[in-house]
């Protein structure tokens, strides 16, 4: 892929420029938001390993999902209310950088077309959509593609 053009480039090599361009900066966004719903999953099942359901929402006045709950098994409680003084005189530390960290990546990814592709499409209630994010041992319902780790992959091998 190139930039390099000349000031006197015609409107058709412009054009053609722009769209290889825009096709390059697409592809690179999928492997990226890959990684970030990746990083994610992996930081949250480091943190939270008995729980098996991070669910992030993005309400209709918001631009960006947070996540809102993590669901365990039976016997697990689940862990909701983040930002509450009660909650964080609970979990650690690192449980609260962990949520941080998670709901920094999957907001970075965007639109919730690109969300719907990576998590789980949860209910849409009256003010917010849910997106969910299997952890640990559910991890067959959605996986993550894997175009990032199989490019990487091709290129160790040469």
Do not use: C
């Amino acid at each position: 892929m190139t930039t390099d053009l000349a000031p006197d480039q015609s409107l058709s090599e412009i054009s053609a420029a722009l769209k290889e361009a825009e096709h390059h900066l697409s592809t690179v966004k999928t492997g990226v938001d890959e990684l970030r719903a990746r990083f994610a999953r992996a930081v949250l099942e480091e943190s939270y390993p008995d729980h098996r359901l991070a669910v992030f929402a993005r309400y209709w006045y918001e631009d960006k999902p947070v996540l809102i709950q993590l669901l365990g098994p039976d016997g697990v409680p689940d862990i909701d209310d983040f930002e509450s003084a009660a909650m964080a005189d609970e979990l650690s530390g690192a449980q609260m950088r962990a949520w941080a960290s998670a709901s920094e990546a999957v907001a970075a990814i965007g639109s919730d077309d690109d969300l719907s592709a990576l998590l789980e499409q949860g209910e849409e209630h009256e003010d917010w959509i849910e997106f969910d994010l299997p952890l640990n041992a559910d991890h067959e319902s959605k996986p993550l593609p894997s175009s990032v780790g199989g490019a990487q992959d091709e290129k160790e091998t040469r």
